[in-house]
């Protein structure tokens, strides 16, 4: 199959060419045709399958049927939870709009808004923007959204566990409600599903098993050790093994700013990014990460979806996440696009039992390794750090339901909506 023969015309066509893919991804085969009819689009894909082209290009192709107008209001809105997954879907579009006479911008806190209102001020089709800074400059007065016709929602699970419901609710309330709304997430609870009904005019399902682009690519590794040896391990690991480019999820912004000396003070360059890092310092560290000069990123979850980094060869966990589905999605960042990655987990003896609900939930028993000088404490409590958060987004109040991750092709076809 081909781009061409979706149905895209040929300026997207030879954009995508020029990104070096030939073949539509699952998830791009299935999304793109009823986007292209006009119809709304309730899918399931998680970063890593190609989901942004999924809706970009479409959306690319629909806008560029018409004539712009001359104000160049803003008519294809996508809302994403986070700046850094603003940022990159804003360069996919820059990337695939190239040959065609659109133009885009993208909005986010954090940083100057001069900028960015001047940018909406010339005029846009198509606005990338993160719900608050969306509201802020509307409130402002500064941005207009009566002329919306086409709206993505990217990432949409995680826009709730951030608590962006009200926000979209308002953001909806600004939009004209004839319009085609496209709703992409990487899992569906029942609060995904309410806000599919309140928002979507009939939409068509899609799901992509994502093959050879997540979990069945990776190798996955379980390191028993004791808590206090974990960084000794990380760094005799990286070391050793001459690894490069690698991501490393800790539980907390201290534990990874912790994290990062140490692995300086062993001469590993490191940086970390979480939320209390400011804009300019996130987008510093992941500049660098990708370049080079960094070569492990220390995050907590907020990196853990919508970080576009290709071909990431090693993910860590530091700390395994208490979560269950977060672990699907941290290590759904390597073994990307067809590449193999490795997933290594340092798992602590109060940690076992989330390691027994990961196994649990990827539906298989992860091999566990003990390194000489590296053994787990015999005499370490089991009892889970924090047990009441077991299972539970901590930082989430408005979503209710089950995650339905996709741990693995087998357990993909029992376990989606
Ligand atoms: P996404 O799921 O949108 O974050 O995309 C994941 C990665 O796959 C990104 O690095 C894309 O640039 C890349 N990608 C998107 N579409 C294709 C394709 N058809 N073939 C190969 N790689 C792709």
Do not use: C
């Amino acid at each position: 199959m081909s781009f061409k023969s979706l149905g895209l015309s040929e300026a997207l066509v030879k954009a995508v060419s020029a990104q070096g893919y030939d073949t539509p991804t699952p998830i791009q085969a299935k999304s793109i045709p009823p986007v292209l009819e006009g119809k709304d689009v309730l899918a399931s894909a998680q970063t890593g399958t190609g989901k942004t082209a999924g809706f970009t290009l479409p959306m690319l192709q629909l806008l560029s049927q018409q004539q712009p107008l001359r104000k160049r209001p803003v008519r294809a809105l996508i809302l994403t939870p986070t700046r850094e997954l603003a940022a990159q879907v804003h360069k996919n579009v820059k990337d695939y709009s190239q040959f065609l006479d659109l133009r885009s911008t993208v909005i986010f806190g954090g940083v100057n808004q001069k900028p960015q209102v001047s940018k909406l001020k010339n005029g846009v089709d198509v606005l990338i923007a993160t719900p608050g800074r969306l509201i802020d400059l509307n409130n402002q007065g500064l941005l207009s959204l009566s002329e919306v016709e086409i709206l993505v929602l990217d990432e949409a699970d995680r826009m709730l566990d951030m608590g962006f419901l009200r926000d979209i609710k308002k953001i909806m309330g600004l939009i004209p409600k004839q319009r085609q709304t496209l709703l992409f997430s990487a899992t569906f609870s029942k609060d995904i599903r309410k806000l599919a009904n309140e928002f979507q005019n009939n939409p068509v399902s899609v799901e992509s098993t994502p093959e050879n682009t997540t979990v069945e690519a990776i190798e996955q590794q379980v390191y028993r050790v004791a808590k206090e040896k974990k960084t000794g391990l990380l760094i005799k690991l990286i070391s050793e093994g001459n690894w490069e480019q690698i991501l490393v999820f800790t539980r907390t912004k201290h534990g990874a700013n912790k994290l990062v000396k140490k692995l300086e003070a062993a001469k590993i360059s490191a940086a970390a990014i979480h939320g209390n890092k400011s804009q300019a310092a996130r987008t510093k560290a992941l500049a660098g990460f990708k370049s080079g000069q960094v070569n492990v990123l220390v995050a907590t979850d907020i990196a853990s979806r919508g970080l576009d980094i290709p071909l990431l060869p090693y993910v860590v966990n530091f700390e395994i996440p208490n979560v269950s589905e977060d672990y699907v999605h941290r290590i759904g960042r390597t073994g990307r696009a067809g590449a193999s990655g490795l997933a290594v987990s340092l798992v602590s003896a109060d940690e076992t039992v989330f390691l027994r609900d990961i196994e649990k939930l990827i539906g298989e028993k992860l091999p566990v390794e003990i390194l000489e000088g590296f053994e787990p404490d015999p005499n370490a409590s089991t009892k889970p750090f924090n047990p009441q958060k077991r299972g539970r987004k901590p930082r989430h109040n408005s979503r209710s339901g089950n995650h339905n991750a996709r741990p693995s092709k087998s357990n993909a076809n029992k376990s989606r909506r």
